[in-house]
């Protein structure tokens, strides 16, 4: 190849790459999370689902501050149905800012881990809503089993704004 061939092809190489690779900006995040008021459980009232997740019932979220700092983390649901097989994830959680306790990086294969943003989270703790910077999932979770659909409707205005696209949310199933 001539040197003009390489630097055209190293030119669009490098337009392409720019210009396919758009950033996405990261989403805001609650200005300060009181770390043992958050451990506990949570139940996944919607979420944008991953693989795992898109058949899930009674899913639950469960977190344990570990002496070392990090959250012991016991995902449960049923597969399929409400009475369907159990299924139990225990990632780890890795909190990253340890400021306002609101981004953690979540491990559910070594090495590989998984942004955490806290981007909502009621004054009384009794609902979060945990995303991610490429908007790709997220979780809206609370201390029971259901919200009133005036909070549901208020979250979803909440998320179209941070960037989400809310027709993508599935909402989880809970037995009695």
């Known amino acids: 190849m001539s040197k003009m061939t390489i630097r055209t092809f190293a030119y669009i190489a490098a337009v392409t790459m720019l210009t396919g690779c758009q950033t996405t900006l990261p989403i805001h995040t609650v200005d300060k999370v009181d770390i043992n008021r958050f451990m506990g459980d949570w139940y996944v009232i919607a979420s944008i689902?991953?693989?795992?997740?898109?058949d899930a019932?009674?899913?639950?979220?469960?977190?344990r501050l570990n002496e070392d700092g990090t959250v012991a983390t016991t995902f449960t649901f049923?597969?399929?149905?409400?009475?369907?097989?159990l299924k139990i994830y225990t990632p780890?959680?890795?909190?990253?800012?340890?400021?306002?306790?609101?981004?953690?990086?979540m491990q559910f294969i070594w090495p590989l881990k998984a942004e955490y943003r806290i981007i909502f989270l009621s004054e009384d703790y009794a609902q979060t809503i945990i995303g991610r910077s490429k908007r790709d999932y997220v979780w809206i979770m609370a201390r029971s089993t259901s919200i009133p659909q005036s909070d549901y409707n208020r979250i979803l205005d909440f998320l179209k704004a941070q960037g989400y696209d809310p027709a993508k949310l599935r909402k989880v199933p809970h037995g009695s």
Not at 49 to 54: D, G, L, M, V
Not at 78 to 85: I, Y
Not at 97 to 104: C, I, Q, R
């Open 49 to 54: 689902p991953t693989f795992i997740e898109k």
């Open 57 to 63: 019932y009674n899913a639950v979220e469960s977190y």
């Open 78 to 85: 049923n597969k399929g149905g409400l009475d369907g097989p």
């Open 92 to 105: 780890r959680g890795f909190i990253r800012d340890k400021e306002s306790n609101a981004v953690w990086d």
